[in-house]
């Protein structure tokens, strides 16, 4: 399996050399989960960036997604686990020790900005009406989860170089959203 150039340089800068024991050990980690999972027809996204993330068929056909993380998946896991059927995709197993999720298979549609080209707040409504779908299911945070302040500042522990401003402008407009 190959993997473009793109993603590997993105994983070492993230990961250094835990990355890059990552992606020596990630075949025979995808071999292992292919038959953990019972998949078959592997076929990875175009677009990897930080996770290897494949379309594939469970034994019964049912078309679904291996992701594989190169740090710890538990914490997604358990999101997706609570937030399961309230606007977010389906985990359908997990094999945490390998930061793998089997998730459910969305079909890429068509995009709001594409459906309402003219009617931006028409877009807008609808994606807020998803955000507070899944945040009425908030009322209390399960314990372990991060806060919106720790897990915004652990975006910013793996800093490029190359996009300091970027970062400078983000950290402001999040200390912004999350001041009272």
Not at 12 to 33: H, K, N
Not at 100 to 108: F, H, K, N, R, T
């Amino acid at each position: 399996m190959k993997l473009s150039a793109s993603f590997k340089k993105n994983v070492i800068a993230a990961y250094g050399t835990s990355g890059e024991d990552w992606l020596e050990r990630l075949p025979s980690v995808i071999e292992l989960l292919k038959k953990r999972f019972q998949l078959t027809s592997l076929i990875p996204f175009d677009n990897l960036s930080y996770s290897f993330a494949a379309v594939a068929q469970r034994e019964h056909g049912t078309p679904c997604v291996l992701k594989i993380v190169p740090g710890n998946c538990k914490q997604e896991a358990e999101a997706l686990t609570y937030f399961q059927k309230k606007g977010s995709v389906e985990l359908l197993d997990q094999e945490v020790t390998h930061g793998a999720l089997l998730l459910e298979y969305l079909a890429p549609g068509t995009s709001l900005q594409q459906l309402f080209p003219k009617d931006d707040a028409l877009a807008t409504e609808i994606t807020a009406s998803i955000i507070m779908k899944l945040t009425k299911k908030c009322h209390t945070i399960p314990e372990g989860f991060p806060s919106l302040a720790e897990w915004f500042s652990s975006l910013y522990d793996n800093q490029f170089p190359e996009l300091a401003s970027e970062y400078a402008t983000a950290r402001s407009i999040t200390s912004t959203l999350l001041s009272d």
